[in-house]
């Protein structure tokens, strides 16, 4: 054990202990403190599905609960080994305020606490899950890998990763034209931002924004700074990785599910709406083919042999439901980006006859009409869920001053758990933040138990569920 992780308090599991909760209804409770003590009093196997937004490391926008682990609370008292360490290698104080946001502590003392406190909340996550049950968790760019390794160390299977796209983040770069410039003690002069009258279609190509304005442009005042010109130090962020894990089964698939009700993701809950248009194609390119001849044709392409557990017993033709569910999940915004990009065009057209020769000798192939298919974005292929900076007060509710930075799209989180939990299951939400999750579902007909540290944000909880929330009908 080293010395970072003997600072970690070791949590003893003393279920029946039971904290009054801050908040109860018939689908919802609410409990308030540290996680870490109150999982230790839920009972073993007593939660389906555990889908949660835990903070990232990365100290967001200066706020202590974003502080990697528990070294966040040591890094205010002025420990050394978890300061930043600047590039020059001296150590730095954290401060408070905006302009830390995306800046964390990168030392490995706290790379590895970060880790050991993801690895301390998943085991007591693993303890209270059900056989099967999974694990779904968001995480930072930067510091997803330490959360993925720590859910495996737990117990977990990892099964998969999730990329939620969204196209409303800020990079948080340094121009470092400037910091040479400053460097060397040469302040640049201001230039008042410059607006055109008339935006045209060439706008951009006369370095004016689409909103018709001209960026605010500083001249480098040394010849080095000069040489930086347009050089910085980070991408925009555009993506937030999903970690999915799960429980060990208790057997098979089969006998979990009917024993335990968790092991199994609900499909055709999840799939991504066809058109009617994109279905006909589809269904009319697998027209008149022989359920056996697709099965050998599938083995061929797939290397399986016959009778193999994996292979469809029948034509893979256009489900009624919509096309299955991905690992890639679209804010609006980057889907109307993606269609842009790629056009509104056919998908293509299947011949009526590919021959082939399969495993054996056997001949592959299929029969049938020539079909076109319709035209379309390609944005069409993923889940797409609404949602905008300036969301309504029903997505980012507010408690005076009070709203809390980082709340999810409602749909997006309706999708997980309607993904990962089966009908009337208990969903264990262990960083509740705005009750986004508790909501999610609530409207999706499941019952929820969250835990929020944060006693600034317990109002923000409470008055989204007090709210009316309609259901959808199961």
Known sequence: ???VEQDLPRVESVPGQLTAPHYADDQVTV???DCLELLAELPDASIDAVVTDPPYGIGFMGHQWDQPGRYGALRAAGRPDVHRRRP???????SEGAMEAGRYDVSRSANALFQEWCHAWASECFRVLKPGGHFVSFGGSRTWHRLAAAVEDAGFEVRDSIAWLYGQGFPKSLDVSKAIDRAAGAERPRQAAQRRVRPSDSIHASGFGADGWAPQTRDAQTEDAERWQGWGTALKPAFEPIVVGRKPLAGSVAANVLTHGTGALNVDGCRVPMSPGDAAAIDAKHAGMDPDDYERARGAALNLSAGDSRLA????????????????LLQAETAAQLDTETGTRPAGAHPAKRAGIGYGGSQTGTAGERTELPPGGASRYFPTFHWEA??????RPRDGETAHPTVKPL?????LVRLVTPPGGLVLDPFAGSGTTAEACVVEGFRCTTI????????LI???LAKPIQGVLL
Do not use: C
């Open 1 to 3: 054990m080293t010395g």
């Open 31 to 33: 409990l308030h403190g």
């Open 88 to 94: 020059d290698g001296d150590l730095e104080k954290i």
């Open 313 to 328: 017993l029948q034509p893979a033709a256009a489900h009624e439901l919509g096309r299955w569910p991905t690992n890639v």
């Open 390 to 395: 300036k969301a309504p007060p029903s997505e």
């Open 411 to 415: 749909d997006l989180m309706r999708w």
């Open 452 to 459: 929020e540290r944060e006693a600034k944000y317990l109002p």
């Open 462 to 464: 409470v008055g989204r």
